[in-house]
């Protein structure tokens, strides 16, 4: 990405944060830390919460949406609580998902397709149906891995923790006309 | 006169500050279409030489009589262009300024509103000017003392720079020692001296000053007046110890009894009750700290010092005990016994576990006291007066023991046999063994209290003629009430307190068959208890209430039950039925409960037809008590039921010198009851005999303290004296209940949560050979009168626990910064060996920056000196554990002299510095061998990388914070705080230790967090500004008051009530009110107030502020060139914008 593109993602990216109630708060961060050393995954992420807006400062946001990052975030909140510069740093990862998802920036990796296919489940039956959820993710990611879970798959089946028929929400229909006018309203916005 | 006035209108540009929103130029414009303008005009800097040239110019020129300056606050610059008025010849008061800065360019973004604000303004302004009229300058008197509020070391230096240049200082501390948080500290950064060295010097110049006058344990009250003036009430809270006497030898701490956590140590240890905050405080004066009356002894109806002898027993001090005891009450061990102590209901540990066994430790320790073989020497006589008392039950021997102590000689008359009353002929041997009675009995006579049995006493008089001054009448209740039914004369029908009486004399040794008790009292209980003893079958009580109603205490109901014996509720007797006179059973009807009758219970109503009957061999009735009283003097005054009438504040009876108490008045009460009325009777006597007065402050309640934080203390078990089983309890007069083992005692003494902190066991006051001790006194109000003020009431240190994931108060050794101050001070709790709470050396030491401070959550700014302390706190860790150290910070910050060089210092020091903040401190070992550590988690920023490291130790460097008083001193001196709660500057650079109040300065961290040497620095300016002042003597006060038309005024007075500067007086002969000028200060509340508008005040009349009001409400005619928008007012026609403020005030 050049200079030019990564600057002006920033501004869409840093555009959208202050739409989020105390969004402006981000140009406040100290780079004390608190978020990275309170974050249970930041040891895993590439880019810890402290470094995503050292990052965006530096106008090279880019590479974080590149990274696995954004989900690994488990939404606990605890650097949105701790942040002495009061940052909803959880609500601002949120922004970084959608942006890294509309861009497709990043190829998909495990978390995304989990994301992703979360996500295609809960539009379909308005709830989650696990065994469509792994099915999609297995098959997209790695089918071995897949083949060899499914003694796990039975068990949980007769444990009834698993169900092989989707169960729907009552209102489906009412539920997807909401989602596409979210979805509408977003587009329209400039 | 109109065409008089010449108007002249000056705008400023103010650089671009205010050219860059407003466009001047339509501004003067405009001015120049205003009535009367003479001349407008526009500059860049209006306040600067050429600007005021140009007005005096104009003034002299064109014949200028009003002139307006559009500029700045009147803050800024109304003093510097009315000063320009008057060296041009023209009175400061026709000037008139329109702020088009603050109230315009710099809170307005949009050019063409702005613009049109400030010709409003600017056209109230002119308005107004022109009816401004000349005044003169009015000066008052600067008195040359200062009150100086919070001696720390900026107090301490502007006391000090003052009382140097001659003036007096009062200086007023809220802590026992002067010194603040300096006198804390360990060393001082970045030059590592003693705080104490540098400090101690200072304090003792203050206490040794002669212009100083210290008050210190004082807080300032109410302060009233104004710059030159100020009147401040102080309020010197009781020390409990004369400053004037008391030596500072220390002595009075040995002997106290009671432990308590020291504030001056940050709680890291103990202090007594009675001490000082440390050894070279000054005042070297101690003090007592009382929380109140602890609730045990408010509880007591005698006032028994329940709290001191608790505390004396934890320290095996039985003898004091003993002897606090005996001060208290007459007959400590029969107290111990029988007592139903109310005092264990208001027990403040019963919250946390069980209430403390307050009675059976009086016991064991009153019982331990008679127990010894000590020689008791009678009490000296000191008085010349004689008091008879005439009757030697519990009231009657209370009065005496008060007495006697008093210095009085008494004598106790006793009709029967044997002293004691009630105490030895109504309570049975089981609950209180005689010996213990005779003993106690003994030690007063010892004490020199004669005890005369067999003596009836048949008139007033007859003791009156013997010589005795003061007669105290306890003659109890000895009547047994008659049931009144038929049959009550059977035989085998006894009334109880003569059953009893019969019992303990012996002549009734056995009961055979059934016995009935009638009644449900205390009696009843003790009758029901001692029948079974003597061999009752079975025995029943039949109460016409129920359970609930009865009036027995609870105990002697359980014990009753205990021992087999059985209740009939809700029956009374109506028939007795005898055989050959004797009784043989009993008719009862059942009952059911009514309305609450005057006592408050519920009055039992016969049920008709219920009638049951129930057989007995014996009947004791139970149900009341009445006094057998032939009229012992002439005008002696007695209720219709037959109780002596006495006041209930002083016990005095109607007959002269005679006094009554106890039973004989109350009715039948308990023996501590009995115990309050003598001790109230021998206060009265007192008072009488010295012939004062006997009402003067006895009807006030002393404060109770309030509930004690028990969130550390740990559980433990009540105590429970050793006890005969049921079986054998109820086979004998054995005591039933024995004595706590010594033990037993200590330990449960030692689980007092001591309440009021001191004790009050008066163990200090006889100690203390300076005769110091003053357990009764007071706070004191002082009023002083001062000309200036400087406050400097210091820093609060911020409460770490409110950032819960650092775990202070939670996680062994995990400081605060003043704790560790205490720690490493060589006189400090471990003597300036820095260890762990284990006493062990740490091995590294965690410091985390910025703990409250920098954080939107708890304080915004940065608190300047953390840094560096920690830094200190690095070096001194490093210095005497060799421990490794790490510091967590966000920004190192070491702006100030010699600052920097300590910290390269520090880096060289091998101490580890790691940039990010912590984010949480645990104790979560991962391997066995990591136990006990804590562990301090927290990114290191400049590395990217998360880390957790172990440690023995950490310290918060915790934030400065705002004093909690600050409110109530801003309310007191009328300051502003700014959000964090510091008192706000009159100007942060210009005027930094002035406040908007005149006279009034700040110095130290009051104002700001700040360090040593600025404290330093704006104390002795905050003295310069207060010695400048005081040293001129006088200050202009300008010529705004109100006055009073006399012709107007209805003298109704709503002005004399509503003024806060009490200037205004109310002439009677003329019934009108009139203006004081001297004290008006000019708050116009009188103008306000006043219903008949006979009140106004210079410079803003009626006719300056309708004129100022009109101006801005004036609806203009937009000028070309300026683009119009809807915000502020608009003019076009047809299309109808939103409504403005001036559409809707026109």
Not at chain 2, 212 to 231: C, T, W
Not at chain 2, 277 to 301: E, W
Request: aromatic fraction near 6%.
């Amino acid at each position: 990405m050049n200079p030019a593109e990564s600057a002006a993602i920033c501004q869409e990216f840093l555009d959208s944060v202050y739409t989020i109630p105390h969004g402006e708060k981000i140009k406040e961060c100290i780079q004390c830390g608190t978020c990275s050393a309170s974050c249970p995954s930041s040891a895993a992420m590439e880019y810890g919460p402290r470094e995503i807006i050292a990052s965006l400062r530096a106008g090279m946001l880019d590479k974080v949406l590149s990274s696995n990052t954004v989900w690994l975030c488990v939404s606990c909140y605890s650097c949105t609580v701790r942040c002495p510069a009061a940052i909803p740093f959880t609500d601002v990862m949120y922004e970084l998902k959608r942006i890294q998802t509309e861009k497709k920036v990043s190829k998909d990796t495990g978390p995304t397709v989990m994301a992703k296919s979360f996500v295609a489940v809960v539009d379909k039956y308005g709830r989650n149906h696990e065994t469509e959820l792994l099915r999609k993710y297995f098959f997209q990611t790695n089918p071995f891995d897949g083949i060899r879970n499914i003694p796990l798959a039975l068990r949980l089946i007769y444990r009834k923790r698993f169900h092989l028929r989707p169960r729907k929400i009552k209102g489906l229909t009412a539920l997807k006309k909401m989602m596409s006018a979210i979805d509408n309203h977003r587009k329209e916005q400039p | 006169m109109n065409n008089d006035k010449k108007i002249g209108v000056y705008v400023c540009h103010c650089g671009t500050n205010i050219s860059h929103t407003v466009a001047v130029d339509e501004v003067v414009a405009h001015a120049k279409t205003l009535p009367d303008v003479e001349v407008a005009r526009e500059y860049k800097y209006m306040c600067s030489e050429p600007g005021q040239e140009l007005i005096k110019k104009d003034i002299s020129e064109q014949g200028l009589n009003r002139v307006v300056v559009a500029s700045c606050s009147p803050l800024m610059h109304e003093g510097t262009f009315r000063k320009t008025c008057e060296s041009a010849g023209l009175n400061r008061f026709l000037f008139q300024m329109a702020n088009i800065r603050e109230h315009c360019s710099w809170v307005h973004n949009d050019k063409a509103d702005a613009t049109k604000k400030a010709k409003h303004l600017v056209g109230a302004a002119v308005g107004r000017v022109g009816f401004h009229k000349p005044m003169e300058l009015r000066e008052a008197p600067v008195r040359p003392e200062t009150l100086v509020v919070g001696a720390g070391i900026a107090g301490i230096e502007a006391a000090l720079r003052i009382a140097d240049s001659g003036k007096t200082v009062y200086l007023v501390e809220k802590e026992p020692s002067i010194g603040g948080h300096m006198a804390q500290f360990d060393k001082t950064f970045p030059t590592l001296d003693c705080a104490a060295c540098i400090l101690t010097p200072k304090m003792g110049m203050v206490a040794q000053h002669p212009n100083i006058k210290l008050f210190s344990y004082s807080e300032v009250e109410a302060v009233s007046g104004y710059v030159g003036n100020f009147k401040v009430k102080v309020r010197r809270k009781a020390r409990y110890v004369n400053e004037k006497k008391c030596t500072g030898c220390g002595e009075c701490t040995s002997v106290c009894p009671v432990q308590t956590r020291s504030q001056f140590e940050e709680n890291l240890s103990f202090r007594k009750a009675i001490y000082r905050s440390f050894p070279q405080a000054v005042p070297n004066t101690f003090l007592i700290d009382k929380k109140g009356r602890a609730p045990c002894r408010a509880a007591c109806p005698a006032g028994v010092h329940t709290q001191g002898y608790i505390a004396l027993i934890a320290d095996k001090k039985y003898t004091e005990a003993a002897e606090l005891l005996r001060k208290d009450m007459p007959l400590p061990s029969v107290c111990g016994r029988v007592c139903y102590h109310p005092c264990e209901d208001k027990c403040e540990r019963a919250n946390l576990d069980d209430s403390i066994a307050i009675c059976a430790l009086k016991r064991f320790v009153a019982d331990w006291a008679l127990n010894q073989k000590i020689e008791v020497k009678p009490l000296p006589v000191i008085k010349k007066e004689k008091v008879a008392v005439v009757g030697s039950g519990p009231a009657g021997l209370a009065c005496a023991n008060e007495l006697i102590r008093r210095g009085y000689c008494v004598d106790v008359f006793e009709a029967a046999e044997k002293a004691g009353g009630m105490l030895r002929y109504g309570i049975p041997a089981y609950r209180l063994p005689e010996e213990v009675l005779d003993k106690e009995l003994a030690y007063l006579q010892n004490i020199g209290i004669g005890i005369h049995t067999n003596q009836k006493v048949a008139s007033v008089e007859s003791l009156k003629s013997k010589g005795y001054s003061a007669v105290f009448l306890s003659l109890g209740a000895q009547g047994g009430m008659q049931l009144k039914i038929s049959g009550d004369t059977s035989r085998g029908v006894i009334d109880a307190l003569e059953f009893l009486r019969s019992v303990k004399s012996g002549s009734l040794k056995q009961c055979k068959g059934t016995v009935v008790i009638i009644g449900g009292g205390n009696s009843a209980m003790d009758a029901a208890r001692t029948a079974l003893r003597l061999g009752a079958k079975e025995v029943k009580v039949i109460y016409r209430r129920s359970r609930a109603e009865m009036p027995a205490h609870d105990l002697e109901i359980e014990e009753a039950v205990k021992e087999g014996v059985t209740f009939e509720y809700l029956a009374a007797p109506t028939k007795i039925v005898s055989k050959d006179g004797q009784v043989r059973s009993l008719i009862c009807q059942r009952m059911k409960l009514g309305e609450p009758d005057a006592s408050g219970r519920r009055k039992p109503i016969a049920i008709e037809g219920t009638e049951f009957e129930t057989p007995a061999e014996m009947m004791v009735t139970a149900i009341g008590q009445v006094p057998l009283l032939e009229k012992m003097a002439p005008s002696l005054k007695m209720t219709p039921s037959g109780w002596i009438e006495t006041d209930p504040i002083t016990l005095e009876t109607t007959e002269q010198g005679v006094f009554a108490g106890g039973d004989v008045v109350t009715g039948p009460s308990t023996v501590v009851d009995a115990f309050a009325a003598g001790k109230r009777a021998a206060e009265s006597i007192d008072r009488y005999l010295a012939g004062s007065d006997m009402r003067l402050g006895r009807d006030q309640l002393p404060s109770v303290a309030g509930a004690p934080d028990i969130s550390k203390t740990p559980l433990a078990k009540r105590a429970e004296p050793a006890r005969l089983d049921d079986a054998t309890s109820k086979a004998s007069f054995a005591e039933v209940i024995s004595t706590l083992t010594e033990a037993q005692a200590i330990t449960e003494a030692k689980r007092c949560l001591a309440c009021g902190v001191c004790s009050e066991c008066l163990e200090c006051l006889m100690k203390c050979e300076a005769a110091a001790i003053d357990h009764n006194q007071l706070d004191e109000i002082v009023e002083v009168n001062v000309g200036t003020v400087v406050i400097a009431t210091g820093f609060e240190s911020f409460n770490a626990r409110k950032m819960a994931r650092y775990g202070y108060g939670k996680l062994k050794n995990v400081l605060t910064a003043l704790e560790f101050e205490r720690l490493s001070h060589a006189s400090g709790p471990t003597g300036g060996e820095i260890l762990t709470v284990d006493g062990k050396t740490p091995q590294s030491v965690a410091i985390i920056h910025c703990v409250g401070s920098r954080d939107e959550n708890h304080q915004l700014s940065c608190s300047r000196v953390c840094c560096m302390y920690s830094l200190k706190f690095a070096h001194l860790v490093k210095e005497k554990t060799g421990a490794e150290v790490y510091n967590l910070y966000i920004d190192m910050r070491t702006p100030g002299k010699g600052y920097e060089e300590f910290y390269r210092r520090l880096l060289s020091e091998d101490v580890h510095f790691i940039r990010g903040k912590c984010s949480e401190i645990t104790d979560l070992a991962e391997t066995p061998k990591e136990k006990g550590k804590l562990f301090v988690h927290c990114e290191d920023t400049l590395l990217g990388v998360k880390r957790r490291i172990p440690v023995d130790m950490v310290i918060l460097a915790t934030a400065l914070k705002a004093s909690s008083t600050a409110p109530e001193i801003a309310k007191q001196f009328s300051l502003s705080c700014v959000q964090d709660g510091f008192f706000l500057e009159k100007h942060p650079k210009l005027a930094p230790v002035e406040v908007a109040t005149d006279g009034i300065y700040l110095a130290g961290a009051c104002q700001g967090p700040k360090d040593i040497p600025d404290s330093v620095a704006q104390g002795a300016a905050a003295a310069a500004c207060a010695l400048s002042l005081m040293d001129r003597g006088k200050v202009i006060i300008e010529p705004i008051t109100s006055h009073i038309d006399a012709k107007l005024c209805s003298g109704c007075q709503v002005c004399v009530q509503s003024c806060p500067y009490e200037a205004i007086v109310y002439r009677a002969e003329e019934n009108r009110s009139e203006v004081i000028e001297e004290l008006c200060k000019g708050c116009g509340t009188c103008v306000a107030g006043c219903p008949s508008g006979a009140a106004n005040q210079n410079h803003f009349e009626r006719n300056q502020i309708y004129a100022e009001l009109e101006g801005v409400l004036k609806r203009h005619t937009a000028k070309i060139g300026v683009k119009q928008s809807s915000g502020f007012g608009s003019d076009q026609k047809g299309k109808q914008t939103q409504p403005t403020y001036q559409d809707q005030a026109l």
